[in-house]
Structure formats: C-alpha cells, structure tokens
Nanobody, 121 residues
Framework: QVQLVESGGGSVQAGGSLRLSCVVS??????????MGWFRQAPGKERDGVAR???????FYVDSVKGRFTISKDNAKSTLYLQMSSLKPEDSGMYYC?????????????WGQGAQVTVSS
C-alpha cells in the first residue's frame, strides 16, 4: 500500500506563487521510477490533470499552466512538488497528487487527500 500526503496549499493573490509538496510512503515500490501527477478540482467541476511526470522523468503540462507550473521529484525525500507561479484566480481549487499511472494518460492508482489553493484577484 502507498500513502500520499499533500501540503503547501493556502491563499495567495493573483500573480503570486505557491509550492505544493506530496510525500509518498509505503512499500513494494521504488519512488524513483514511479510515475506521478497533480490534479486540480474547482468547486462544481470535475477533477482534471494539471501536470505529470513519467517513470523516466519526462514531464507534461496542460496548456493552461504551461510556463507557470513546474512538476518535480526529490527522490531522496520521496516527495513530489508542484511549483506554481504567476497564479491566476482560475488556478483556485483542491489540488491532489497521484502516483502509479495505470496506463491511461491521467489514470492513477493512489491518491492524496488534497490541498486547497485559493487565488484572489
């Protein structure tokens, strides 16, 4: 079993920055070679993928965050990060990290509990 715990959410004004962290624990896997992703869910909307990193370290971003968000992993700390800059009110929502891609682009096996991000104009 794998557990994911997010932190780093909060409230920020438009144009500001936040960094989300996701600590991964458990057994039976190698964090270094684990694919992971960040998702966002705004109130009343579906949860959508924002960024992902493959087991080989390749990154992908949706157009709306490209150039503003950076996904990265610290293998020594078993931690996934999402550095968010130039934040916009439309970036607000609950952010979830996920691990162990199941084959489909945005389908993952394990999920964190979420971290709230609120961007005010």
């Amino acid at each position: 079993q794998v557990q994911l715990v997010e932190s780093g959410g909060g409230s920020v004004q438009a144009g500001g920055s936040l960094r989300l962290s996701c600590v991964v624990s458990g057994s039976g896997y190698s964090f270094r070679y684990t694919s992971m992703g960040w998702f966002r869910q705004a109130p009343g909307k579906e949860r959508d993928g924002v960024a992902r990193i493959s087991s080989g370290g390749d990154t992908f971003y949706v157009d709306s965050v490209k150039g503003r968000f950076t996904i990265s992993k610290d293998n020594a700390k078993s931690t996934l990060y999402l550095q968010m800059s130039s934040l916009k009110p439309e970036d607000s929502g609950m952010y979830y990290c996920a691990s162990h891609n199941l084959g489909a682009t945005w389908e993952f096996k394990y999920w964190g509990q979420g971290a709230q991000v609120t961007v005010s104009s």
